[in-house]
């Protein structure tokens, strides 16, 4: 894969994320490549509406967290991504800034493969909102109150009850909001959809596991609090009774360059602090 031209998206608000992007665009510059920033970065303002739109390149790198790619994710459709961490979170970054220099190197030597993940497609009032990387999470609007809800999966119906909320997660979200909220572990060889009901109702309820062709839709019943649809933490719409959602996969995948093989279970190990006795 040659690589000639390159977008950089660092964390909004953030020196360091600007510190290692200015160095990052230095470097390629210093290699032939040529670089794209959004304005909206180098302002440090934050994402406008979308600031990646105009951009066409063989490459996205982000500087930041998880936060930051699945908002870039949303917008640059299959262009491929290389995470640099800086911040709390970067289970999907590639590298860190001490390393990045070294990395982009084997980018430029063509030492690099692609990794495709799922990506959840929404469909709520017969349009289509940005695709989620993590997850589609349904809630309530008001704090502690819960929602009354159906959730089916190609017209069979799973569960009809109440809860704080209901997240239909990919492969990928299982070790996110999923996870915290008590779905399991899902090695990333499989391609598969989540449901993880959010402090149910009734104890016996627990999550399931569809097939990637499975098509979910959630209903927002009569009675229920006014409810919120959130994908990936970064984009909220307003639910009234009697409004379904509609999740099923992508047919756009997300695509991260990836540069060497990825342990995932010693990266589960160290990113979420879990036990391993020597």
Known sequence: MRISRVGIVAKPNSEEAARVATDVGCFLSSKGVEVIRPAEMTKESGFGPNPTAAISADLIVVVGGDGTIMRTAQMVESMPILGIKVGARGFLCETVPEEAVATLTRVLEGKTYLEYKTKLSVDFKGRRLPDALNEVLVTSARPSKII????????????????????????????????????????????????????????????????????????????????????????????????????????????????????????????LNMGFEA
Do not use: N, W
């Open 148 to 271: 009354r809800f159906s959730v089916s999966a190609d017209g069979k119906p799973i569960h009809r009850g109440m809860a704080d909320g209901v997240i239909v997660s990919t492969t990928t979200g299982a070790t996110a909001y999923a996870l915290s909220a008590g779905g399991p572990l899902i090695d990333p060889g499989l391609d598969v959809i989540e449901v993880v009901f959010v402090c149910p109702l009734h104890h016996g309820v627990r999550p399931i596991i569809l097939p990637p062709s499975a098509r979910v839709e959630i209903t927002l019943l009569p009675g229920s609090s006014r409810g919120l649809l959130i994908l990936d933490g970064q984009v909220s719409v307003d639910l009234e009774d009697g409004e379904k959602i509609l999740v099923e996969k992508s047919r756009t995948p997300a695509v991260f360059l990836r540069t060497a093989p990825v342990d995932f279970y010693e990266k589960v190990r160290k990113s």
